[in-house]
């Protein structure tokens, strides 16, 4: 009896093989008919037990079949989770969080953006403008004889 012989290209991971044996195929193959999938490598997912692909950016792997995009705010971490990174930092290279640099904002967790003068970020992914009073960063109310202008707040005279 031929015990399921047949391999096609595929990376290098153990299959098993409808004749219910585990059985590990040659470097870089995989078997073609099994009913459950093994061994992808790091950042990978099997697809219809024929072939290991990475997922798109910005998406994660769910349940090694499919991927999906994360949720608003999130990241992926090596293509398997998605978590949120710390206030006012982005997500590096998919792994780590970095600070955004002075004056940018984050812009859905992946890049950090310059908001136009006068205004300040709003839900981690948009500019809007600063309300009356206030200044740009997180838009504390100016002091006493100051008033707003643009991005920052400016000493005003007081008239007895």
Same mark, same amino acid.
């Given at each position: 009896?031929? @015990?399921?012989?047949? %391999?096609?290209?595929?990376? #290098? ?6 004749? &219910? ?5 040659? #470097? ?13 490598? #790091?950042?990978? @997912?099997?697809?219809? %037990? @024929?072939? %290991? ?8 792997? &769910? ?23 710390? #206030? ?8 780590? %969080? ?21 205004? @300040? ?27 707003? &202008? ?11």
């Amino acid at each position: 009896k031929r @015990l399921c012989m047949e %391999c096609v290209g595929c990376p #290098h991971g153990k299959m098993k093989a409808q004749c &219910q044996v585990c059985n590990g195929c040659e #470097h870089g193959m995989a078997r073609r008919s099994c009913p459950r999938c093994s061994g992808c490598p #790091h950042g990978k @997912l099997s697809q219809n %037990c @024929l072939a %290991c692909s990475g997922c798109p950016h910005g998406t994660m792997k &769910q349940r090694c079949s499919k991927c999906s995009p994360c949720a608003h705010g999130k990241a992926k971490v090596n293509c398997r989770e998605c978590i949120g990174c710390p #206030h006012g930092r982005m997500r590096a290279r998919c792994a780590v %969080c970095a600070a955004c640099p002075h004056g940018k904002v984050r812009q859905y967790c992946t890049a950090c953006i310059g908001c136009p003068h006068g205004k @300040l970020p709003k839900n981690c992914s948009a500019c809007r403008r600063c309300p009356h009073g206030r200044v740009r960063g997180k838009c504390p109310d100016c002091a006493a004889a100051r008033i707003s &202008q643009g991005s920052r707040a400016s000493p005003k005279r007081v008239r007895a």
